[in-house]
Nanobody
Framework: QLQLVESGGGLVQAGGSLRLSCAASGRPLSTSAMGWFRQAPGKEREFVATISGVGVAGVGIQIYYADSVKGRFTISRDNAKNTISLQMDSLKPEDTAVYYC????????????????????WGQGTQVTVSP
């Protein structure tokens, strides 16, 4: 069974940066699209970024970002290390949330699926707090 563990959250001032990491165990991630989602208090869990897995024939790596983070956040993956990361720059107070790493199923490589229902494995979350 796939297990995901996030790290790297914390408290940062507006304009600062954080890098979140997600380490997987239990099976290789390479064929699964991966994503980052976040949930602020009183709000629904929302899409932040997704990255495709190996296996989308004839297509290079697909990456999608929410409009609210485009140009500030960067998602990446290291299949050899079975990890994904989220580099967050120019952070804003509205980025404050619990951030979750998520994986689609085995051989579900497309990153175009961007709702929480498209992901089958979740980490426990890591808190990111951005002060004004």
């Amino acid at each position: 069974q796939l297990q995901l563990v996030e790290s790297g959250g914390g408290l940062v001032q507006a304009g600062g940066s954080l890098r979140l990491s997600c380490a997987a165990s239990g099976r290789p991630l390479s064929t699964s699209a991966m994503g980052w989602f976040r949930q602020a208090p009183g709000k629904e869990r929302e899409f932040v970024a997704t990255i495709s897995g190996v296996g989308v024939a004839g297509v290079g790596i697909q990456i999608y970002y929410a409009d609210s983070v485009k140009g500030r956040f960067t998602i990446s993956r290291d299949n050899a290390k079975n990890t994904i990361s989220l580099q967050m720059d120019s952070l804003k107070p509205e980025d404050t949330a619990v951030y979750y790493c998520a994986a689609r199923g085995l051989f579900q490589s497309s990153a175009a699926m961007r709702t929480p229902f498209d992901f089958v494995s979740w980490g426990q979350g890591t808190q990111v707090t951005v002060s004004p």
